[in-house]
């Protein structure tokens, strides 16, 4: 007895398909873990007291953090001001200050990676 050739394949399909998943060839991909990133950035704390700001920065991380102060007065009239960045090494503290003439709005620190 002959049999045809769809019935043929699909008992070929059911004998590969019933077969040990170990036995089934197929394709191996091996996939790159991505890098954690390098923790960064320095944990800063600032104090308004009056028109002064005081503004310390620490660095608990091997790559140093160039960090700046940045203010907002609160007076139109009054000069905002961005700090130059001070780098904090790596386990060291900076101290920023700055001021307006008249009341703070806002204070803010900004968080550059250091060479």
Known sequence: M???RSLASATA????LSLPYDAKPHARVEGRQAAAPEPFGAACSSRVTGSHVIAYCHNPYPRPDDV???IECDRWWDVDS???PVE???AQTVRLTGRCW???RSVWVSHRKGR
């Open 13 to 16: 399909v059911c004998l590969v």
């Open 82 to 84: 961005d700090g130059t």
């Open 2 to 4: 002959r049999l045809s």
């Open 102 to 104: 008249k009341e703070v």
């Open 68 to 70: 700046s102060l940045h």
């Open 88 to 90: 904090a090494g790596p």
